[in-house]
Every structure is written in C-alpha cells, then in structure tokens.
C-alpha cells in the first residue's frame, strides 16, 4: 500500500512528531512486513508511506483499530492540508 500524505506548512514539525511516536510501534507488530516512510525532497510536507502488512483486512480490522494508532490518526488527520491518496497494490 502506498499513502500519499500532503501535510500543511504550519503542521509539519508536529507531524514529524507523531510519526516519529507511531513507526517503531508499528514496526514491532508481527503483521507489520515493511513500513517505510519519506517526504519528496522538493515538495516539503508530502510525505509518501510505503507500507506492507501480512493480510489487508487484518490491517484494516485490526491494526488500525489499535488504540496507538487511533490515536495517531486523531492527533495527525487534523494537519492534513488534502485528503490521504491511498493506492493499494498486489505484489509481483
């Protein structure tokens, strides 16, 4: 899966924050195969996660239920200057 994220100016140090908090958590879940996360480097506040988990409705039924992650999702959609871009892909 692939999340495009644009973050408003004003909100991206804050941003950085939250992320720094939820990725090691996240990392440590079994489910968790891959979860890589970078800003473009001439676009300052578009931040793309590359994420891959071991079964997508496990992901959805179950991780993102998880209480670290609704509150990162609480505490983060609020900086959000667009709505997330979510692709989701099958591996080749």
Request: net charge negative.
């Amino acid at each position: 899966m692939s999340n495009t994220l644009m973050i408003q100016p004003e909100y991206r140090e804050e941003f950085l924050m939250e992320l720094r908090e939820i990725l090691p958590q996240a990392r440590r879940l079994e489910a968790c195969i891959s979860l890589e996360v970078g800003e473009v480097a001439d676009r300052p506040g578009m931040f793309v996660l590359s994420e891959r988990w071991r079964n997508g409705n496990e992901y959805l039924n179950e991780i993102l239920q998880l209480p670290f992650y609704q509150r990162y999702l609480e505490r983060s959609e609020p900086f959000y200057a667009a709505p997330r871009a979510v692709l989701v892909l099958t591996s080749i």
